[in-house]
């Protein structure tokens, strides 16, 4: 018999050790050792939730220090990237600016902003919860598997959340509201409730974004992810082309 490695919901005491364990498995390591800490982490060269491999995941905290995981074949070269003594952030834009040569692929090195909820808002629901295969579900939100978070109207699609199970300890939250249906307010009900859901199975619910969609940072601090200062880092890469 297995126990699972998290109780029922999770407490004001849970938060802190249960978001530096996902922290530690999504970037290598918690807390920085350094101003700018580049590690080798395995699990960089591993398929994450959707069965796509991320080779580059990191957090910024308040304090201006950052952890990067890297998939251990490259993480030589990103860490010759990493000038700690130019400050934070230029050394942060030239290590993302430098990953597709160190890495080798096609791709865009970036930041965004990382915010997590303990008290989600109390706000109404506005969803049911479906299986990704029901035919209601719109093909986005299919690779996050198991259930969706769907706001129907008359049986059709109107916003929509998925969760991206990244561990056991943190899963990410990724709203979208067909346009029509916008300046309603589905978009903030959908990501309380899931975060509420995502509490009561004993995660940290998180929230990432581009630091320029303020749009989706109105959508976040209403749904109670207030802006604690952090950032997220990341490499996307380039979709190869086809050849003939």
Do not use: C
């Not at 978001?19 to 530690?24: Q, W």
């Amino acid at each position: 018999m297995t126990t699972d490695p998290l109780a029922a919901g999770v407490t004001a005491y849970d938060v802190p050790r249960r978001l530096a364990e996902h922290v530690t498995l999504w970037a290598g390591t918690w807390p920085p050792r350094e101003v700018l800490d580049v590690v080798a982490n395995p699990l960089r060269a591993e398929p994450g939730w959707d069965g796509s491999v991320f080779p580059v995941a990191g957090v910024v905290t308040e304090t201006g220090h950052a952890v990067l995981g890297v998939d251990p074949a490259h993480a030589a070269a990103v860490r010759a990237l990493a000038v700690r003594s130019r400050g934070l952030n230029t050394a942060l834009a030239d290590l993302l600016a430098g990953l597709p040569q160190a890495l080798g692929r096609p791709g865009v090195g970036g930041r965004g902003s990382f915010r997590w909820s303990t008290d989600p808002a109390p706000l109404p629901e506005a969803g049911v919860w479906l299986p990704v295969e029901d035919e209601r579900v719109p093909s986005w939100l299919r690779p996050f598997g198991g259930e969706a978070l769907v706001a129907l109207e008359d049986d059709h699609y109107l916003a929509g959340v998925g969760i991206k199970r990244h561990d056991v300890f943190g899963r990410e939250l990724a709203v979208v509201t067909d346009e029509a249906a916008r300046g309603r307010g589905l978009a903030r009900r959908l990501v309380a409730q899931a975060a509420r859901r995502v509490l009561d199975e004993g995660a940290i619910p998180t929230y990432l974004h581009a630091p320029d969609n303020a749009a989706s940072a109105r959508v976040a601090v209403a749904a109670g992810f207030p802006d604690r200062g952090w950032g997220v880092l990341g490499f996307f890469p380039s979709p190869v082309s086809a050849t003939r």
